[in-house]
Structure formats: structure tokens, C-alpha cells
């Protein structure tokens, strides 16, 4: 079997600039043989080289965004190519899940490795069918060329269309005649023969002795009859198996799982007879497993696993309520009889995923996992499901050897004594086990009863559960309070001690910021805070926003010191902006500025000769500012002026 999987690298099928690339693997057999990489276009043509029974996908989104699109991609492939969309038709899983189904990974970002994955799967069966074409297929036969308004001979060329349109068309319908199918045509008159000719065939197209083709003045295209609405079939019959769990009463519940874990249905119904609920479980898949929530498994349920020839699972003890809303809660359900069903199943995966943890480590990939699930539950070893994969199964006729053994031997009659006193001892011991095992459920429905009593005296006082809560979201704020106190008598003592910090005369104390970015003044107010008065240091210009500038100058500081040399970065729109908000900037030349940490020192009279100079220039500003909002106003009244003038 010759397999095609592919899985989009670059591009899209919507896109009108950049055309699609796909990741083409071919797999024969089971084994690679190549890997393309190759454009829509040029994958078509490799699919009618080659012919491959199936075209594998992941999402037909990739080959065709819409319905028309996807019928008339249909129609370039080849009668004999599938093309399977291996994650599912309507509901759609991931393809990670299903190729996990079969014990493959892969790498969910190379295209190539999807590509393998998808065709692995759809090798293995996996996948669904996209069908699009009724079972009828339509020939048309029309001119190649227009006849044109033409000239003196224009009747005599339209003539030589016609006559070959109307003689192609004999030809298909003896061919047609021949093969013995069933067709009906409708032909278009015109002058000197017809202009075109419909055969409908009941048939598929790989029946039809005719293929497309154009040339000369004549032109043939075959086309499936298309269906309402594309289906979706899948590549292999085998049910689904199932976990179902089985609430029975006057209103009886119904959940089913998948061997994953997966819900596939709940329901609940007053109105259902015993055939109505064998024939929806039936409808759903095939279950393997029918559980109960109560022991003894109740005689519905039982016989409904009897009909289906499932193995049976009930609880070592009945499900307390606050486990049944634990296991059930997760899946959502109606109703307390969904609830139990849910809960049933739900108990019955937990149980046989611990038997399945250790067993799925040693399958091979490809292998179905599902099959090998449903071999050991019911009681298969999986070197016997595996085998049973590989090797044919032995039939009726093949008979076994005949084992004789001679009784005259005295060792056998001493083995012979032996076996029968240890199948004493079996019987004995069988026993014992049947009564510790009665004994055990009288004591589980004890405890079982003893936590109800005991639950219902805690349910029975309100104010009880009321003031637990009480005290539980109590205790949370209260970590809370104290998480938020840590953090500011930290950040107090800090505040402390850099006040507290004995300082040379002559220096002003000042603050570090690395840049002028939220995040370092964000950083800066939780370690050590800004106060109204303090003094900002800048050791670098490389980010800055007028938002910060307009938040420092808000909080009241005294002035920014820029780093000599991060000077040659401070750009007239920055000093403009610190103009604007009144917010003194000076380089930190002669300063001497010291750095500890968060916090440092500058020369206080080089501090404050560096701020006279700024008050010059920011007064300069200010008279600027006056004499251009004047200026502007004079041309606005000599404009107005003239305007009234004229």
C-alpha cells in the first residue's frame, strides 16, 4: 500500500502572495521511501504518477479553506485516491492524540515528522474518508473554440465544430454501450451537429472507459455528481470500545468512556426499556467494561453485560456521595442518576489505567493501543495480543499432541498423590478466601454507613460549616496582611538607614536609577521610595518616555543628575520635555558623585552651581515661550485685522 502524508510548511491556500509548501512523505508498505518538499500544484501531478491508495492530512484547511474548494480538489485526484483526514471529520482531535493512540510521537513542530505521523496512522487504519460524490459520475462534451462572428466561410467552420462535437459523442455512447452501463444524455442542437452533449452515468468515475481531455475543437470533462453535504466515512468498521457505566431504577442512567478517558455520552431517561438501552450503548461503540457503583452489581445491570459479553467492574465498597461528586464533577452532568453512571465508569477507568501504566510501556509504536487495552482487560497476556497480531491463528484441524504417561512409574504415582492432596489445598484456601471476602463487605457497608451517620450530623449544624469558612478566609487575608508588613518594614528599615547615614559635609544625598524606564522607577520606590526633595542620579540615557519625566516631576523631586557620559545622549526634545515640567536636569561633572547601591552622594556646591545654570536656562525658556505666544497672537490680530480690512 502506497501512502502520501502532508503537512503545510510555509504559506496558505488563502493567501494571494505567498502560495503554500507542503511536507510530502511517501510511505509504502509500512516504510518511508522519500521526502519532498513541493508546491500544491506539483503534488497533484505526483499524486497521478504515483497513484497512492491514500492521501493522508491532518486538516483539509490546509489543501482547501472552502467547500467549493474541496470539491474541486477532489476532482483533480485521481479515482482510485482516498483522501483521509487522519484527526477525525466533524469532531476533530488533535493529531498528537491520535497518533498517540498507536504509541507514535513526534516532533509537533517539523512539518516532515507531522507529515510521517499523519501517514503512520492512516496506515494503521486510522482516520476518516472524505467522500463528496454520489455514485454517479457526468461526461460533458462541448467546442473547444467559438465559432467567432467569422467571415465568408463562418457557416462552413461552425459546421466542422459541430459535426466533430456530435462524432466524439457517438464514439463515447458506443463506448459507454459497450461496457453495459446505464446512462441517460441530453444534447444541445446546433448548427451542422450539436454544441454540446451531457451523459449522466450510473457509475463511478474509475468505470468509465473515458478520461478528461481537450484538443483540436473538441473538449471531454468527467465530474462526479456532488453530494449535499461532504462525509465523512471512516477507513475502518471497528467499533469504538467503551467503559460504560450503568445507574439502573425507575429513571435509569447511562454514561460511556473511551478507553482514554474521554466522555462519550450521558443520559438519563424515565421512558427507556431494556432493549431501548442495549440498542443505545450498541449505537455508541462496543463496551468492554459494565460497571456499577453499588455491590452487589445490581440483576439490570448485569444483564445488560451479559448481553454484550463485557467484563464486569463494582467497586470494593459503595461510592460515598463526596467521592462520586469528585469523580463525576469533572465531566458535567444532569441529573444524581448521570452522577452515578458517571461515577461508575469513572471508577472503572481509575482501575484499569493502573493495570494499563505498566503493560503500554513495552508496546511497540504502530501497534493500536486500544486493541491491546481491550486484550487485557479481558485477561490477555500482551505477548499473546501482540502474537496474535503477527502470527495466524491456529485453525480447528490442526490437532495437538497426545501426552501418555506410564502409570508403572513410581515417581508418578507420588506426583499423581501430591497433585490431588495441593487441589485439596487449593479448594480449602478458596474457600477461606470466599469467607474473609464476605466478611470484608460486611465491614466495608459498616464503615460505609458509620461516614454517612457521620456526615449528616456535620451536614445537620449550618452554623458550623458557616463559621469553618469564616475562619478559613480569615486566615487567608491574614497571610496576606503579613506577606504586605514584611514587605514595608523592609522597605523601612532601608529608608532608615540611608537617612540615618552619616554623610559628608558638603554632599547631598541622592538616589540611583539605572535609566529613565517605569521599570527602574517602579524598582526604585519599592526598595527605597522617592520622597518630595530627593535627588535623582541617571547613569544611562538609553530609554526614556515623557510619562516617566511627567510621574518624577509629580512626585515632587528636587532634580534629575545625568551622568556625564550619558550627556552627549540627552537630546534637545529630552531637555525640552524637563523644561516643560519644571523639572531641573543637570550633568554630573566636578559633582563627585559616589554610588552605593540604591543610594549615593554628589558636591552640594557643584550641585548648586549646576542648578543656577539651569534656572538661567529654563527662565530663557520661559521668556522664549512669552515672547513666541506674543508673536503668535500679533499675527493672529494683524491677520484678523487685514481680513476686515479687505
Known amino acids: 500500500m502506497l501512502i502520501f502524508g502532508i503537512d503545510l510548511i510555509t504559506g496558505s491556500v488563502r493567501s494571494r502572495t505567498v502560495q503554500p509548501k507542503y511536507a510530502l512523505v511517501l510511505l509504502k508498505d509500512g516504510d518511508i521511501q522519500k521526502e519532498l518538499s513541493v508546491s500544491l500544484h506539483r503534488l497533484v501531478r505526483l499524486v497521478h504518477r504515483y497513484q497512492p491508495e491514500i492521501l493522508a492530512v491532518d486538516s483539509v484547511q490546509e489543501i482547501a479553506p472552502h467547500t467549493q474548494d474541496l470539491y474541486r480538489f477532489l476532482e483533480q485526484l485521481p479515482s482510485k485516491t482516498k483522501l483521509v483526514v487522519v484527526t477525525g471529520g466533524d469532531r476533530q482531535v488533535g493529531l498528537i492524540q491520535v497518533a498517540a493512540r498507536y504509541n507514535i510521537t513526534f516532533d509537533r513542530f517539523d512539518p516532515f515528522a507531522e507529515a510521517r505521523a499523519a501517514a503512520q496512522v492512516a496506515f494503521h487504519g486510522a482516520g476518516v474518508e472524505v467522500v463528496a460524490f454520489e455514485k454517479e459520475t457526468e461526461i460533458t462534451i462541448t467546442r473547444n473554440r467559438s465559432p467567432g462572428k467569422g467571415g465568408w466561410s463562418q457557416n462552413r467552420y461552425a459546421r466542422k465544430i459541430h459535426g466533430n462535437v456530435l462524432r466524439y459523442a457517438r464514439e463515447v455512447e458506443q463506448d459507454l454501450q459497450n461496457r453495459g452501463l446505464s446512462y441517460w444524455k441530453k444534447e444541445y442542437k446546433a448548427f451542422g451537429g450539436v454544441s454540446r452533449v451531457t451523459f449522466h452515468v450510473r457509475e463511478d468515475r474509475d468505470q468509465i472507459p473515458v478520461s478528461s481531455s481537450r484538443g483540436g475543437d473538441v473538449q471531454i470533462r468527467l465530474s462526479g455528481k456532488h453530494l449535499d453535504r461532504i462525509q465523512y466515512r471512516p477507513l475502518t468498521a471497528r467499533p469504538k470500545y467503551l467503559i460504560v457505566g450503568i445507574d439502573p431504577g425507575t429513571t435509569i442512567g447511562i454514561a460511556a468512556l473511551d478507553l482514554n478517558g474521554e466522555l462519550v455520552k450521558v443520559q438519563s431517561s424515565r421512558q427507556m426499556t431494556m432493549a431501548d438501552v442495549i440498542e443505545l450503548i450498541w449505537s455508541l461503540g462496543k463496551p468492554i467494561v459494565v460497571a456499577s457503583d453499588v455491590v452487589p452489581m445490581p440483576f439490570t445491570v448485569e444483564k445488560i453485560r451479559r448481553a454484550f459479553q463485557a467484563v464486569p467492574y463494582t467497586p470494593r465498597q459503595d461510592i460515598s456521595v463526596e467521592t462520586k461528586y469528585e469523580l463525576a ?99 480449602d484456601l478458596q474457600q477461606e478466601i470466599l469467607s474473609l471476602k464476605r466478611q470484608n463487605q460486611v465491614l466495608s457497608k459498616k464503615i460505609a454507613e458509620m461516614k454517612i451517620e457521620r456526615q449528616k450530623g456535620v451536614n445537620a449544624e449550618p452554623e458550623i460549616i458557616k463559621r469553618d469558612q469564616i475562619i478559613q478566609n480569615l486566615k487567608h487575608r491574614l497571610r496576606q496582611e503579613e506577606r504586605n508588613n514584611k514587605k514595608l518594614q523592609r522597605r523601612l528599615k532601608r529608608m532608615k538607614e540611608t537617612t540615618d547615614e552619616l554623610r559628608p559635609q558638603g554632599t547631598r544625598a541622592i538616589k540611583v536609577l539605572p535609566d529613565l524606564s517605569r521599570e527602574s522607577v517602579r524598582l526604585l520606590i519599592e526598595r527605597v521610595g522617592i520622597q518630595p526633595g530627593d535627588i535623582l542620579y541617571v547613569k544611562t540615557l538609553a530609554s526614556w518616555g515623557k510619562g516617566i519625566v511627567h510621574d518624577i516631576a509629580r512626585n515632587g523631586v528636587e532634580a534629575v543628575i545625568v551622568n556625564e557620559k550619558a550627556a552627549d545622549t540627552l537630546s534637545h526634545e529630552l531637555r525640552d520635555v524637563f523644561l516643560h515640567e519644571n523639572l531641573p536636569v543637570v550633568v554630573s561633572k566636578d559633582m563627585q558623585i559616589q554610588v552605593k547601591g540604591d543610594m549615593g552622594t554628589c558636591d552640594e556646591e557643584k550641585y548648586s552651581e549646576a542648578l543656577d545654570d539651569w534656572v538661567c536656562e529654563h527662565d530663557k525658556f520661559l521668556k522664549g515661550k512669552s515672547e513666541e505666544m506674543l508673536e503668535s497672537l500679533m499675527k493672529e490680530y494683524l491677520a484678523e485685522r487685514e481680513r476686515k480690512v479687505k
Open 329 to 427: 464533577g469533572k465531566y458535567g452532568y444532569g441529573n444524581d442518576h448521570e452522577r452515578d453512571a458517571l461515577t461508575a465508569a469513572a471508577e472503572a477507568y481509575k482501575y484499569w489505567r493502573h493495570k494499563f501504566s505498566g503493560i503500554l510501556k513495552r508496546v511497540p509504536p504502530g501497534v493500536d493501543l486500544d486493541e491491546v487495552r481491550a486484550g487485557i482487560i479481558r485477561g490477555q497476556s500482551l505477548e499473546r495480543i501482540l502474537s496474535e497480531r503477527k502470527v495466524p491463528v491456529r485453525t480447528a484441524l490442526e490437532k495437538k499432541p497426545e501426552i501418555s504417561l506410564d502409570t508403572t512409574d513410581e515417581r508418578v504415582r507420588i506426583l499423581d498423590g501430591t497433585v490431588k492432596d495441593l487441589r485439596v489445598l487449593v479448594s
